[in-house]
């Protein structure tokens, strides 16, 4: 592979470009309605207690590897991880952690854009139907959706023709146009909301909840499932890091002068907008929670039973409320787009048109997305449960907590075992040398360590 070489795909405007494409991968449903909803599931402080270490000493040091990886390999991970293995000279079956991650991808993104279309549902309904609500309509109101199968399927089929869209017109121009609109606005809207939540009286119990360490409450269930959503939340371990980190220039030009674009400093600001979304959600929804009597576990309906309640109380509310979904509905968008361009972009380098291409990913995870759409309804029965767990809560157990973990898992070793060192060096351009050895010493030992043994953990056998 020569350095030189130019990714087919494009490369990203600015190192700003590239920052804001990648919080739009890593900021998404995860953030507002996947980490308030597991916190509530797992008894609150304690868990999000090991998210933030996960994100810290794992997420943070193997999301630098896997850009690092994407940027030296310059193509689709699965691609790039087979062009790196053989600039290493290692075994080509390397190119396993592209297969894997684009085959969880893909899984993902069957059933991201079906929860991407309960927020899409939101939109049309927030401006009509939340009048005068209480905590029992807008439960109401989401046990009906999810019992509706036909809603979810257009729904979801809404929002994958969104995303193949978007990926199929190539992520420059789309994508990057988008993402420098919508974050901004969704960090206002979000303040907007915790400013709210602050005024409830609950307030108090909702931090208390989030940040009281108790560790009685920690199964080791928990702790995988913190992990797993430490990877799922910063979109690492499947490779859509890495086809972003491909299209991140390695030098720029500011104020007329070359200068090297470092990934370090780039990976610390979107692990930190990611963290900030998360938790700023958390403590906007949890007073809501206890203001209004309902169950912090209240599962996956959380957020959408909590925000209409607290936007149908608010003046305003139901512009604010519009709003507040149309964004998750963009936060959302911004993350599947990342889904999807991997598999896409492995097609393309295999000489498929691009839209052609997307049309495939698309019919293809809508397809998948059906069982998903079917286990809130037709398949919720317990005949049709495997493990106690329906299709969806199967798929996405497998994907976060079993995939992207040893997606991540791989990604560690192979960048601190196999890569050669030169090479590493040169890609992460860190200036300072104790941070660097740092950063090997976690990748080497200490995050690869951590993995298996909240994994062996979780099977039972330590
Ligand atoms: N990080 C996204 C979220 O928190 O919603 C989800 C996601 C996107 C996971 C892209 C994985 C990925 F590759």
Not at 340 to 354: D, F, H, Q, T
Not at 429 to 451: C, H, Q
């Amino acid at each position: 592979m020569k350095k030189e070489m130019k990714p087919v795909h494009g490369v990203w405007a600015s190192r700003w470009v590239f920052i804001l494409a990648a919080t739009g991968s890593a900021v998404g449903l995860g953030n507002i309605w996947k980490f308030p909803y597991i916190t509530g599931d797992y008894g609150g402080g304690a868990f999000v207690l090991v998210y933030l270490a996960c994100i810290l000493i794992i997420g943070i040091p193997v999301m630098t590897a896997e850009i690092m990886l994407g940027r030296r390999g310059g193509m689709s991970p699965i691609h790039s991880m087979q062009a790196l293995a053989k600039q290493a000279e290692a075994k080509k079956s390397w190119s396993l952690i592209g297969y894997m991650g684009a085959l969880a991808g893909f899984f993902i993104l069957s059933f991201y854009s079906v929860v991407a279309g309960w927020a899409l549902y939101y939109v049309f309904k927030m401006p009509t139907a939340f009048a005068g609500a209480t905590a029992e309509s807008v439960g109401a109101t989401f046990d009906g959706l999810l019992a509706a199968p036909y809603t979810l399927t257009a729904m979801h089929f809404v929002f994958m023709v969104m995303t193949m869209g978007v990926v199929a017109f190539g992520v420059n121009k789309g994508l990057e146009r988008m993402v420098r609109i919508v974050m901004p606005l969704l960090f206002l809207l979000l303040a907007i909301l915790l400013g709210y939540a602050a005024t409830t009286g609950h307030f108090s119990d909702g931090l208390a909840f989030l940040f009281t360490f108790d560790f009685s409450k920690l199964t080791s269930e928990a702790v995988i499932v913190a992990m797993g959503h430490s990877f799922f939340t910063l979109s690492l371990g499947l490779g859509a890091i890495m086809a972003y980190g491909a299209y991140m220039p390695r030098e720029m030009i500011v104020g007329g002068v070359k200068k090297p674009v470092s990934i370090g400093s780039t990976v610390l600001i979107i692990a930190l907008l990611d963290t900030l979304v998360a938790l700023v959600a958390g403590m906007a929804i949890f007073p809501i929670v206890f203001a209004n009597g309902l169950e912090p576990s209240a599962g996956p309906g959380l957020m959408f039973v909590t925000l209409p309640l607290a936007f149908s109380a608010m003046p305003m509310g139901v512009l604010f409320g519009t709003l507040f979904f149309v964004l998750v509905v963009c936060a959302a968008w911004s993350s599947s787009i990342s889904l999807g361009e991997p598999l896409v972009a492995w097609l393309v380098e295999r000489s498929w048109n691009r839209v052609k291409a997307s049309v495939l990913i698309g019919v293809l995870a809508f397809v998948l997305g059906m069982g998903s759409v079917w286990s809130f309804n037709i398949f919720a029965g317990a005949e049709y449960k495997l493990f106690d767990r329906t299709f969806f809560d199967l798929l996405e157990y497998l994907t976060t907590n079993i995939m992207l973990p040893l997606g991540g898992l791989l990604i560690a070793i192979y960048a601190g075992w196999v890569m050669k060192e030169t090479h590493v060096r040169k890609e992460l351009g860190m200036k300072n040398f104790k941070l660097y050895m740092v950063w090997r010493a976690v990748v080497r030992i200490f995050a690869p360590l951590a993995i298996a043994v909240v994994f062996l953990n979780a099977l039972g056998v330590i």
